[in-house]
Nanobody
Framework: QVQLVESGGGLVQAGGSLRLSCAASGRTFSSYDMGWFRQAPGKEREFVSA????????YYADSVKGRFTISRDNAKDTVYLQMNSLKPEDTAVYSC??????????????????????WGQGTQVTVSS
């Protein structure tokens, strides 16, 4: 079992920045690839960003590429999402998720939410215009 707790959300003006954190506890954090998803009211959950267990590969949705940066610190069991140049359309509940990594060379289904094993409760991000 892995417990995930997000923090760092809030209200920010367009063009501003926020840094989300997701602290993990339970199983070995480095055994999991991690992802961030978001869901706005009335919309489906969408992939935002993901990072492999080693931190060597990162992935981004086109809508956030160049503005958001994902990183992780396996010594602190934490994954981060630095969000810059925020736009009103970034307003959503942001959730982190953990996907158990495969053995050897494996395909990381980074944008498929059904592949993730554990989820946090989410943190609200609101961007005002």
């Amino acid at each position: 079992q892995v417990q995930l707790v997000e923090s760092g959300g809030g209200l920010v003006q367009a063009g501003g920045s926020l840094r989300l954190s997701c602290a993990a506890s339970g199983r070995t954090f480095s055994s999991y690839d991690m992802g961030w998803f978001r869901q706005a009211p009335g919309k489906e959950r969408e992939f935002v960003s993901a990072i492999r267990w080693s931190g060597t590969s990162t992935y981004y949705a086109d809508s956030v590429k160049g503005r958001f940066t994902i990183s992780r610190d396996n010594a602190k069991d934490t994954v981060y999402l630095q969000m810059n140049s925020l736009k009103p359309e970034d307003t959503a509940v942001y959730s982190c998720a953990a996907q158990r990594k495969g053995m050897g060379i494996y395909y990381f289904h980074y944008d498929d939410y059904s592949r993730y094993n554990y989820w946090g409760q989410g943190t609200q991000v609101t961007v005002s215009s």
